[in-house]
């Protein structure tokens, strides 16, 4: 549905060490893949792929002064899927042997088969070359499972002394590391053996001010990345101070420093006014932007909702085909928005997607203009396209790969623009930094979105917290309106694990970056209320 | 075989229990089948049977806890799995909050098993979707939905004696119906655990006759109104005010819940006197398993009596630390309401607003509960007690708790499940003064 932020469990829970080994060999993989890739076309299947998966998570969560829980998952099996009689057929199991996935490939094509009978029209595979065997890792320094627990709590533990320390009531972190070892094999003639890693330091900060009986919190700047445990060394180099005087980062991340200014800004919080609602000029750092990019852009591209896919669930789309036919202007000529599954240290990157297509950039909206969306092999003749997109994704080996969102980024301004000469010209604006509340329509026209802080700008200066800000957006009167866009040393991503979609319900790791960017006269609203 | 019998059940959990060397050990069995199709464009477009049995098995040696699970269950594996709890729990910290696993306690079964329910196949199961497409097929309109239909069981040990065993069915529906040109949409969901009341044919008659005659909706200006929420409609936001209902949050100040200079709000008066949140695991229409996930006894838990907090919920370390007893995690939310369905309550209404559903809900504030969201799927402008045009889709910025002092009249509560909340729900229809919606969306 959206971009939820909260984590969950995935798996069963193994022991710590048990995630530094038992990598199922290459060769042992091969030889399962034929197996199945055998049986499959043996029972009367055209097309088969296999994908035998190795998913490692662990969780540290820790509560104010004390660790809650250490929760280490893994889920191990082999998801199967073949074309029979021109229809989808799906089997998975975790019997490993080579009888186990013989048995699941033939099950997936009786499957493909009983489907068929219903099928009004055969399913249309875009053509993918066999790759022979290639291999992936994710371009990371220290691999997050190989740092023991105890320096993991340790270093949360100091965060959240930290925060006590500097005016926080409460505060929650939790360190979340991912490991997901796939292999992956078609009757095209590929075995592709990927190795990917993803991290995401979480806090929130809570100050209560029991005389008034008000109380504020401040979450993270931190974003989920696909990076190891470096991305916690608090690398100078990769903060930057806002004119606002808040800190935010990029490749890496100050947890202790960021827990510091948590706690204090939250405290700052209880004392800010209210913003006066109105129209205003938001200047949106991209520890905010990536949320609006995600719901408003990514979402609205994805093919499957643009043809009604989704319909019940995650919703469909405004950005209908006739659009793209009709070279509809999405946003100003500052917006360029490429999807992407390169690009180093996100968490979309991948050598080939979960169906065997090697990956690759590409624009969705073209100095305004719609250009494209998001597809995958069996969608891809639909809007002429002669190749899948590669960006098609399972979230386990039991379940069915199907589209999801590449990362989608705002492409940073041509002309040089720093954040400072950016703010210089707002006479009368928000500058909103992280991301809160979230919320927008089926059809991705109608938004909301909050924030972590908000400062007035006024006539060139930032001026003083103020709270209690929400802006209420159309999509493309609000890309329409973006008139500025600062230069790529700017440029930082945000994401999410836990984008939702489909039935039964599948998560999704997903960056999107930018740099700072300038919207006018956006509708802000005020959220303060009262219960008497 | 992803149910086991109850002596099946035992069985295992005595032999870990047996095999444990640590002070105390908790072991559970989770299991079940659960069946799915999926259908978009009036087309089947997926459909599947996912089988699974997870055996958890938490130790402590002191306040040092465990948790290592597993879903083989021959004698090595088990013996595997407990010693790796056990490994885990002498490497773990002190865990300060740690409370002893749960006495012995005496569970009254819950009826939460249904025959039929438990008999759906894939027949059943393509039948449903092909009874949602062909009535839309034949009037022009497209169906998209999902069933989801299962049979699970629990059972737990631990070794203080304690032990339970239930099987449960569910079976959930959602179908949402749009016109060909995409100008009109609706919707139907039933959350049952009975197949036997489960009639898609009559079901999906409602989301059709929503998605023709919500086509063609004219915009109101935004603003405050009175609306009649459906009760799909009102679920999502209550289910958000439930949440707050944890005693430990409201006595540290973090809660709407939270009283000016310290302590919580039982007692005191927080909505209209009309309303009334109990939570009941034997309650007819939403019958739920008879403990927690911690294997602590569900009782009924009066949570709002004539508008005033009568219960928040007291976790085992929270209610020892303040001296209250410790409740379970409630499983359901019934609330009170009148005799009248919502086309009565329709009936009664000079002009208003009827929203049959609403969407994508998020806090907005803590503090106050304040929750955004759109409508969707068939919002209807009502004049002289009757529906005179539909709507386009409103943004709305509004608090439960602020709603639930608006009050006009409560309907006959019915059986429902929010979109993003476990809680199985029993609410009436609202009829509700001074809704505030924010803006217009353009979505259908």
């Known amino acids: 549905m959206g971009a939820a932020l909260l984590p969950s469990v995935y798996g069963r829970a193994v022991a710590a060490e048990a995630l530094l080994d038992g990598a199922i060999p290459v060769m042992v993989k091969r030889t399962l893949a034929d197996a199945a890739l055998a049986a499959a076309t043996g029972a009367g299947a055209s097309y ?73 029209a055969p399913v249309q595979l875009a053509p993918t070359p066999g790759v022979g065997e290639q291999s992936w890792r994710a ?46 094999a078609s009757t095209d003639g590929s075995y592709i053996d990927q190795d990917i890693h993803r991290i995401w330091p979480l806090m929130r900060v809570t100050a209560v001010d029991k005389a008034t009986g008000k109380f504020r919190t401040r979450s993270a700047l931190s974003a989920p990345m696909g990076l190891g445990y470096e991305y916690l060394d608090g690398n100078k180099a990769d903060q930057t101070v806002l004119p606002s005087g808040v800190v935010v980062y990029g490749k890496s991340y100050d947890m202790k420093a960021d827990a510091i200014a948590a706690a204090k800004q939250a405290r700052a919080k209880l004392k800010a ?69 390169l690009q180093p240290g996100s968490l979309g990157a991948v050598g080939f997607d979960d169906e065997g297509v090697k990956t690759k950039q590409w624009a969705l909206i073209k100095d305004g203009v719609l250009v494209d969306y998001q597809a995958i092999r069996d969608q891809a003749h639909i809007i002429g396209k002669t190749a899948s997109d590669g960006c098609c994704y399972a979230d386990s080996w039991s379940s069915v790969q199907f589209q999801r969102m590449a990362n989608v980024s705002l492409q940073p301004g041509k002309t040089k ?13 928000i500058y909103i930094v992280g991301d809160g509340s979230f919320s927008i329509d089926q059809q991705r026209y109608n938004a909301q979105f909050g924030g972590q802080l908000f400062y007035e700008i006024k006539n060139g200066k930032v001026g003083g917290m103020i709270e209690d800000v929400a802006y209420q957006i159309r999509t493309p009167e609000f890309w329409n309106s973006c008139v500025a866009v600062c230069d790529e040393r700017d440029y930082r991503l945000g994401g999410s694990f836990f984008d939702g979609k489909g039935q039964p319900a599948q998560v999704s790791a997903v960056s999107h970056g930018s740099s700072t960017a300038r919207f006018n006269g956006i509708n802000v609203i005020s959220t303060a209320r009262s219960l008497g | ?89 002498r490497l773990a910290p002190e865990n300060p909050e740690f409370v ?9 079964s819950t009826p939460t098993f249904s025959p039929a329910t438990a008999a759906i196949t894939a027949d059943y199961r393509a039948q449903v979707a092909a009874d949602s497409i062909n009535p839309c097929k034949a009037e022009n309109l497209v169906a998209a939905g999902f069933l989801q239909d299962g049979v699970n069981f629990v059972a737990f040990a631990n070794s203080k004696g304690n032990f339970g065993y239930q099987q449960a069915t569910s079976l959930d529906y959602t179908c949402t119906v749009r016109t060909a040109d995409g100008r009109g949409s609706g919707w139907v969901g039933r959350d049952l655990q009975d197949a036997k ?33 459906e009760p799909a409609a009102a679920a999502g936001l209550l289910a958000f005010m439930f949440r707050a209902f944890d005693a430990r949050e409201a006595d540290e100040g973090r809660s709407f819940l939270s009283k000016k200079g310290g302590g919580n709000k039982i007692g005191e008066q927080i909505v209209d006197p009309r ?45 020892q630390k303040q001296g209250k007893k410790a409740n379970a995690g409630i499983g359901n939310l019934i609330m009170a309401g009148g005799t009248k369905s919502t086309a009565e309550l329709i009936k009664g209404t000079a002009k208003g607003i009827l929203v049959t559903r609403t969407w994508y809900i998020r806090m907005v504030d803590p503090q106050t509960v304040l929750l955004t969201g759109l409508t969707r799927d068939g919002t209807f402008y009502i004049e002289n007690g009757a529906i005179k045009y539909p709507l386009k889709n409103f943004r709305f910025n509004e608090s439960p708790v602020i709603m639930l002092n608006n009050i006009e009249e409560l309907g006959r509560p019915v059986r429902v499940k929010g979109d993003e909340s476990d809680l199985i729900m029993v609410l009436p229809p609202m009829k509700l003064r001074d809704f505030t919606f924010t803006s217009l969306s353009d979505a259908v």
Not at chain 2, 299 to 319: D, I, Q
Request: proline share 3%; with cysteine; hydrophobic share 45%.
């Open chain 1, 48 to 120: 088969c792929d296999v994908r035998i998966g190795r998913y490692l998570r662990q969780f540290v969560i820790t509560r104010d002064a004390h660790v809650e829980n250490v929760v280490n998952t893994e889920s191990i099996g082999v998801g199967i899927r073949v074309i029979a009689g021109g229809a989808w057929g799906f089997a998975a199991t975790n019997d490993m042997s080579t009888a186990g996935v013989a048995t699941a490939a033939r099950q997936a094509t009786a499957i493909a088969k009983a489907n068929a009978r219903n099928q009004t």
């Open chain 2, 1 to 89: 075989m992803s149910i086991f019998t109850e002596a099946q059940a035992k069985a295992i959990l005595d032999k870990v229990i047996a095999l444990s060397k640590a002070d105390q050990c908790t072991a559970q069995l989770k299991g079940g089948v659960n069946g799915n199709v999926r259908f978009a464009l009036n087309n089947v477009s997926t459909a599947g049977i996912v089988s699974d049995v997870d055996l958890v098995v938490e130790v402590a040696f002191g306040k040092r806890v465990g948790i290592a699970t597993i879903n083989a269950f021959d004698d090595a594996a088990l013996e595997r799995v407990v010693r790796r709890a056990e490994d885990l729990a």
């Open chain 1, 273 to 341: 006014p209210s913003v006066k609602p109105g129209k205003y000029d938001l200047v949106l750092d991209p520890s905010h932007t990536w949320l609006t990019i995600h719901e408003s852009v990514g979402h609205p591209t994805e093919l499957d909702r643009v043809l009604g896919y989704e319909a019940n669930y995650a919703g469909t789309s405004f950005a209908t085909l006739d659009k793209r036919r009709d070279h509809f202007k999405y946003g100003s000529d500052k917006v360029t928005i490429v999807a992407d599954k």
């Open chain 1, 417 to 429: 623009l720093s954040v400072p000469d950016m703010v210089a010209g707002v006479e009368n604006g």
């Open chain 2, 275 to 319: 309303v009334n949140f109990t939570a009941d695991p034997s309650h007819p229409d939403a019958v739920i398993m008879p403990w927690d996930d911690d294997g602590l006894l569900r009782e009924h838990l009066p949570l709002v009596t004539n508008g005033k907090v009568a219960n928040l919920e007291y976790s085992r370390f929270w209610a």
């Open chain 2, 197 to 229: 009341v489960f009639d898609t044919k009559s079901d999906i008659r409602t989301a059709m006759r929503k998605a023709s005659a919500s086509a063609d909706a004219k915009a109101l200006e935004p603003g405050k109104y009175t609306v009649i929420l």
């Open chain 1, 139 to 184: 371009p990371i320094r220290t691999n997050a499972m190989a740092v023991p627990v105890k320096e993991k709590a340790a270093l949360l533990l100091d965060v959240n002394a930290a925060a006590l320390a500097n005016g926080a009531d409460f505060v929650n972190s939790v360190l979340f590391s991912v490991n997901e070892q796939k292999y992956f």
């Open chain 2, 100 to 108: 002893p696993a749960v006495a012995k306690q005496t569970y009254q």
